[in-house]
């Protein structure tokens, strides 16, 4: 199946024959039962994005695609929200969650609370692959990881450790920590407090299956043992073969209470386009938040951000945020780039 925007469909003047339909905004166009390869990832993924379709083009399969993505996420120690080089959380130890789930057999790994290790997305296959369980925590995950031979290395970079520390020397004025020496960090750190970051990849290959990886350092200066919703199947990731993938970044909590990835596949299974299935599981939540009056501004509108992206079974794919000015990045075969998502509430300048 070869797919075509309208726009291209218009600026090349291409004629159609018997065979050709719109759809959603986009002509489809029967080839030789090939279908479009797509791979989508949040805004830090345009390298995973490049990297996992060269892999698709070269015949591997989608979830390994994904993952060789974001491994070059992982590894990066300039990104504090993914593996090497994460926020640690508040006692200053980088703790990662990660999962995976591939389509065509319909199974998932994943890890969470992991210690000492660079990839965690390569560990949660491995649970997937090599035992009997969907999900390692802690201590267990590291023994499994150790056992399949991963390396145990210390992943707080001098970038994270000082910015924790920051973050630690300005918590209180009551306790034996002095206050940071210059007067700007306070400020650059606060930016740090309540961060979120991950990345979540997700592709659909020539043969139309499809897989998704989310990896993450998780909340900036969390409580030891606090694990997000990456590592929840269902909530930071969920693949159906028969209908299509979602993933999603920002304030786990909320989405693990909803299921967000999950239901945004069960939209798109009642026939909701990728971009509507995002928005009306943002506004299920949304409705779910008004019992927390905690995670409310004081107009009503929920105090924290989160992200869906997906796919479907035909290559249509959309990000839908809970606030405007967010991004995604798209691979559709022909280029890669950042796309502005949808989202529900205009943000005040
Ligand atoms: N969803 C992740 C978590 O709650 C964080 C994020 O996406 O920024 O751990």
Redesign the pocket.
Known sequence: MVKISRRDFIKNGLTLGAAGFFLNNSLLVQGQGEKRMIVIA?SNGLKATEKAMELLRQGYDPLDAVIAGVNIVEEDPEDT?VGYGGLPNEEGEVEL?ASVMHGPTHNAGAVAALKGIKTPSKVAKLVMERCDHALLVGEGALKFARAHGFKEENLLTDKAREIWLRWKETLSDRDNWFPPKSEKLPAEVRSFVE????INCLALDSHGNLAGV?T?S??AF?LPG?????PIIGA?LYVDNDVGAAG??????A?ILNCGSFQVVSFMAQGFSPEEACLKTLEKIVQKTKFQPHLLQSDGLPRFGL?FYAINKKGEFGSASMWSGAYYAVHDGRENKLREAAYLFKRKK
Not at 226 to 230: E, K, L, M, N
């Open positions: 949040s929200s969650d961060s979120y970051g991950t989310t993450t998780g909340l969390k606090r694990v997000g919703d990456s930071g999603s970044t920002g304030r786990g909590e989405n992200n």
